[in-house]
């Protein structure tokens, strides 16, 4: 299996941002599917690319954004449901889902950002 230690090429950029990203209004996000199955190779892959990234997000992603991001992609134990969430966090469901949204619009400007600085030192 890849290793996703050194760095982001283009197409793990390319597969996380398809994962995030709502396909048409109304839809789930295609990680929805994933993050139930922890076996899966798709799934090893989002959350090998997410703990790659995840340094990157520190200094722009605000404590509770990081928390909600790792506690609904399931970075440490199986994902955790949106109502858990909002009693852990005391805050509404549409709260946390703002907050997951605010994070991974985050996310994809750190993709776009990293492809800018690739196409630039060629």
Known sequence: MKSYKDELNDDDMNFF??????????????????????????????????KTVRPLLLDRLSKRELFILDEFYGLIKASTPINQLVSTLCISRNRVNQVRNNAERKIRRVFYEEKRKKLHQI
């Not at 209004?25 to 989002?46: N, T, V």
């Open 17 to 50: 941002e398809r994962m995030i990203t709502v396909p048409s209004w109304g839809a789930r996000r295609s990680y929805y599917k994933i993050l139930k199955d922890r076996e899966s190779e798709q799934f090893i892959r989002f959350i090998e690319i997410y």
